[in-house]
């Protein structure tokens, strides 16, 4: 009761004021319109404000497409730095771990075929002056799905050291798409396992066994710098009979001779007189092989990532995470694994299919270097 009263006293005695004073009641006016003014332009500038705001917001998540971020990353040749971030591409699918231990294996190890207890059959790949990979965090999800499947580039797989046993060979042997598998001569396998290849389907070259700088024991049939000319090229048909026909050779090991240009021009030579391609493992960066080839006008292909230097999956996917950066970079890229990496074809198996989905193209050697 008492609040409607003093409502309705108020609301008598405002009118009462302006009609007394005409002056005030301008004055009135005046400030209320200044202030209608003031609150219009601030309410402008606010507006501004949260217009030019969400521009900027928007101008970053374009930026942040993980295509154009990959393309911009130097992938270590050799050693590739694990990072906790996420891969910029979408990171392979990545099933749950698999019961089977891992074995442990250096890039340039096999187990050595005539039982030398002395030497260690390990050889480290070139180090790179070249930066480890900084991977940056992936974008949004939804910014792949929506995309059309575009040409990301070629990949090739090989797998190296065939020849010691068959049961490590088969599963690669069934993996549904395009292999080079390099076979190592002279040992129990190394025929059985070349055959065994060429029905598959899968392309076979000679992994040629050559001395490297660590002294290890690079096994039967290798080529050694203290051997002449007719030597060399009588190992290479030697071991060409054996596992042949095949596309091409690769060095197995051979830091030491790969940096020899004397030999490794008979040996490049070699190649040419027999139609074969000539794939430098890249074990040493100090590799003439490159220049060599180019003076001598060969086509060659070179190895750009070890995909098993770890011996778990999740670095084996890491690894090939970065030979896909390699390929959208540089049109493809050659990643090379060992038979013995136990957990290395389920994993291909797996992968073949959704790398083909994303829009790389999985080829041979041979086809990389027709197509040069
Ligand atoms: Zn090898």
Redesign the pocket.
């Given at each position: 009761m008492r609040k409607t009263a003093q409502k309705k006293s108020t609301a008598t005695k405002t009118p009462r004021k302006r009609k007394n004073s005409g002056s005030i009641n301008r004055m009135d006016a005046l400030k209320a319109f200044i202030t209608a003014c003031a609150v219009v332009v601030i309410s402008l500038l606010i507006s501004i404000t949260i217009i030019v705001f969400h521009k900027n917001n928007v101008k970053h998540k374009v930026n942040e497409d993980p295509d154009v971020e990959i393309v911009n990353n130097e992938i270590n040749d050799v050693e590739p730095v694990k990072t906790p971030s996420e891969p910029p591409t979408a990171p392979l699918y990545a099933p749950p771990p698999a019961v089977q231990t891992p074995v442990t294996h250096s890039s340039?190890t096999?187990k050595a075929p005539l039982a030398s207890k002395s030497a260690p059959v390990s050889e480290k790949p070139a180090a790179s002056s070249k930066p480890a990979p900084v991977v940056p965090a992936a974008g949004t999800s939804s910014n792949n799905t929506a995309k059309p499947v575009e040409d990301k580039g070629v990949l090739v797989f090989v797998i190296?050291?065939a020849g010691n046993n068959l049961h490590e060979l088969e599963p690669f042997l069934r993996i549904s798409g395009p292999l080079t598998i390099?076979v190592?001569p002279g040992l129990p396998h190394s025929a059985e396992a070349a055959r065994r290849i060429r029905t598959a389907g899968k392309e076979v070259i000679l992994?040629q066994p050559m001395e490297a700088l660590g002294g290890q024991n690079p096994g039967p049939g290798a080529i050694y710098s203290n051997m002449s000319a007719d030597e060399i090229r009588a190992v290479l048909r030697r071991n060409i009979e054996e596992v042949g026909p095949v596309k091409g050779i690769n060095n197995?090991?051979g830091s030491m001779i790969t940096m020899n240009g004397n030999i490794m021009k008979i040996i490049l030579a070699f190649c040419a007189e027999n139609n074969l391609f000539f794939l430098d493992s890249r074990t040493t960066a100090d590799t003439a092989v490159p220049v060599l080839a180019k003076q001598m006008g060969m086509k060659i292909a070179e190895r750009d990532v070890f995909i098993d230097n770890e011996q778990n999956k999740d670095a084996m996917r890491e690894f090939i995470t970065g030979g896909l950066a390699r390929a959208q970079k540089n049109g493809k890229a050659v990643m090379i694994g060992?038979t013995w990496s136990s957990e290395l074809a389920p994993l291909l198996a797996e992968q073949f299919p959704l790398l083909r989905n994303r829009g790389f193209t999985i080829k041979t050697v041979s086809d990389i270097i027709n197509e040069k």
């Open positions: 340039e096999h190296d050291d390099a190592l992994h197995h090991q060992h």
